[in-house]
Each structure stands twice: as structure tokens, then as C-alpha cells.
């Protein structure tokens, strides 16, 4: 099913409690909009998940619905609040408590793209922040809540695989001590949106493949797993993000001569993930 915002791809048959989501591999830039930016066109992608899409589009053949982003992060952030609008940005928002988020310049409707580099030439309306909201934030957010009602109605819990992808040099600041840098980054807040056990296995499904794995470092989770992660009531969310320089030239924003190799490993690992929440008694998921 494809929504102006979204396309989501559901199994034939529902198995497991497991819902994948790509809120920022969205690739749709609108003659409108970048006749508004300043970027040229590999510019304003830097932002973009490139191919995290692609990359999990396997999870419906082992029964997970698959929700993915088709407006660009540039546009609108669905991993960010509603409210956190960018006074410096958009016309008529007055300031509010520190934001750090905000304040970078990437609300959900983002000011800068990777390495602060400015995407307008002025500001934007409030009319056109709200539209952008109610068009392509709200109706994702719908949908990805309907999908986890839905697990949590068949299975009596509901987990969330929040899809990222991050820059290379992001990991060039991490302190190991000589150890090696990760792969993968899992983030639950330090905990807090997840259960233990299903981080571990989450964990174990990447490492199983042959991934290096590190959690909450130096990416935690942001608004989406904040959002839906609710481990007291069954409701878990984790957010995943790969290191790009495994799968894609950063410069050229294409896949490398490693992409399908990866993509084997990361099926592998999807199909690990989504039997975490494949019911015991599978005549609960069918009432």
C-alpha cells in the first residue's frame, strides 16, 4: 500500500510481532522543493538514508510488515516531535526552552542538512511547516501506530526495528581504546525502550551474521523509539543504525561493489529478528 508519505509493505501472512520501519530513506525531492533549497541535488541528500529501503525490504518474506519513509528527511523529520519547530527557520515560532535538537537546526523540519549546511536561502511559513506536518509526519505516524495496535492486538506485545543509517566518520569519534569500531549501533535509551532480552537478541541476530555490535554509542534513539517503546506495556522499539561505508560510496551516494553481500548478511539478520516475535502458539496471531 503507497501513501504520498509512505510505502508500506505488508506480508502476505501477519507471523510476528515485529514491525521494520525507515522513516529517512525517503528519496522523493519535488521539483517544488529544491526550486526553495539552496543545495544542489547530491548536496541535499547527505542527510538521507540511502538504501536503508532496500536494505530491509526482505522482512515481509518472514511475515513483518515493512513501513518506509518516501518524503526526505530535507523536507520533514519523522524522527522528530511535531513541536519541536525551528524558530530560526519557520515565520511566527516563538522560542522555547532550549532544544539541542532545535537548535542545530534539525527539528523535524530541518533547517541544515549533514555538516550544518544550510537547505533554504530564507525562512519557510508556519502554514508550510504545519502542511508538511499534516500531509506526509502525521499520516507515517498513524500508520506506524496502527501497525504496532496490530501486534499488540495478535500477540500481546509489539516490537519496533527503527532503521537508520550513519555516517562514517561518526564513528571516527567514539573512544574504544584500541577496540574495533562497530558496525551496528543499537539504541534504547540506555533501556528504556526496550526489554533486556529482546536487546540481546536483537544484538545476537547481528552479530550472528558476523557484525560488530555497540549500544546507545553513540547513538541512543531518538523521537521514534522514545515514541513507541514501552517496555512495561509490551511495547518495545529499538533503533539500529548501520554504518554506511559498508554498503555505499558516501560521496557518490551509491551503492558499492560490497551492497549485496551486505544486504545478504542484514536478510539473514531481519529474518533472525522477526522470528524474536513470532507467537509460541501461533493460533493466538490467527484469532
Keep these: 500500500m503507497q501513501h504520498t508519505s509512505y510505502d508500506l509493505i505488508r506480508p502476505a501472512v501477519r507471523s510476528t510481532s515485529v514491525v521494520f520501519a525507515s522513516p529517512h530513506s525517503g528519496r522523493d525531492y519535488t521539483s517544488a522543493f529544491l526550486n526553495v533549497a539552496e543545495l544542489d541535488a547530491t548536496e541535499i541528500r547527505s542527510s538521507e538514508d540511502a538504501f536503508i529501503d532496500q536494505l530491509y525490504d526482505e522482512a515481509p518474506n518472514f511475515g513483518a510488515p515493512f513501513i518506509n519513509a518516501l518524503a526526505p528527511?530535507?523536507?520533514?523529520?519523522?524522527?522528530?516531535?511535531?513541536?519541536?519547530?525551528?524558530?530560526?527557520?519557520?515565520?511566527?515560532?516563538h522560542r522555547k526552552p532550549h532544544n539541542p535538537?532545535?537548535?542545530?537546526?534539525?527539528?523535524v523540519i530541518p533547517r541544515v542538512v549533514a555538516n550544518g549546511r544550510h537547505i533554504y536561502r530564507g525562512k519557510i511559513s508556519l502554514s508550510d511547516a504545519h502542511n508538511r506536518i499534516a500531509n506526509y509526519w502525521r499520516p507515517y505516524h498513524d500508520q506506524l501506530q496502527t501497525l504496532m495496535d496490530e501486534s499488540n492486538r495478535a500477540y500481546g506485545e509489539s516490537i519496533l526495528i527503527d532503521c537508520h543509517s550513519m555516517p562514517h566518520e561518526a564513528l571516527m569519534t567514539m573512544n574504544l581504546q584500541n577496540a574495533p569500531r562497530p558496525d551496528i549501533?543499537?539504541?534504547?535509551?540506555?533501556g528504556s525502550t526496550a526489554s533486556a532480552g529482546i536487546m540481546d537478541r536483537v544484538e545476537a541476530a547481528f552479530v550472528d551474521v558476523g557484525l560488530r555490535v555497540a549500544r546507545n554509542a553513540p547513538f541512543?534513539?531518538?523521537y521514534i523509539v522514545?515514541?513507541?517503546?514501552?517496555?512495561?506495556?509490551?511495547?518495545?522499539?529499538?533503533?539500529?543504525?548501520?554504518?554506511?561505508?559498508?554498503?555505499?560510496?558516501?560521496q557518490t551516494l551509491e551503492p558499492n561493489a560490497d551492497f549485496a553481500s551486505f544486504k545478504s548478511l542484514i536478510r539473514a539478520a531481519t529474518a533472525s529478528i522477526a522470528e524474536i516475535g513470532v507467537a509460541k502458539d501461533q493460533s493466538v496471531a490467527a484469532e
Design 185 to 190: 549501533v543499537l539504541g534504547d535509551r540506555f
Design 220 to 222: 541512543a534513539g531518538a
Design 73 to 93: 528527511r530535507a523536507f520533514v523529520d519523522l524522527n522528530r516531535g511535531p513541536d519541536e519547530l525551528d524558530p530560526a527557520l519557520i515565520e511566527g515560532v
Design 226 to 250: 522514545q515514541k513507541y517503546g514501552r517496555p512495561s506495556k509490551s511495547q518495545h522499539a529499538i533503533q539500529v543504525e548501520m554504518d554506511r561505508a559498508l554498503y555505499m560510496n558516501e
Design 101 to 107: 535538537r532545535i537548535a542545530s537546526g534539525l527539528g
